[in-house]
């Protein structure tokens, strides 16, 4: 699911959260490194390349923060909170379902 809310004034933050296998707390941080693997390459697919690594790069070039939450039921949330520059004052949210 995906969905964006303004949390405050000036903020807006999208979420991703999926129903996966999840990620342990403890390498959260871990997984937004180039090249980095929680799991060895004959378990899931995947390169590795960095796809959160890019995601941290640009969101912290246009002032935002990106973390790694829990998602209730399994899986993970991918939180990223950016600079609003089109801040009318009001809050909002829209999620979006994706097949």
């Avoid at 929680?38 to 995601?55: H, I, K, M, Q, W």
Wanted: glycine letters at 16%.
């Amino acid at each position: 699911m995906i969905a964006w809310h303004t949390p405050e004034r000036g903020r807006i933050e999208i979420t991703v959260a999926d129903n996966g296998i999840g990620i342990p707390a403890e390498h959260r941080e871990r997984v937004f490194g180039l090249f980095q693997r929680l799991d060895g390459r004959d378990e899931y697919p995947g390169t590795g390349v960095g796809g959160l690594a890019f995601c941290k790069r640009i969101v912290e070039q246009h002032g935002g923060t990106i973390v790694l939450e829990e998602t209730p039921g399994g899986g993970c949330t991918v939180c990223a909170q950016l600079l609003d520059i089109n801040d009318t004052g009001e809050t909002a949210s829209a999620p979006m379902e994706i097949a």
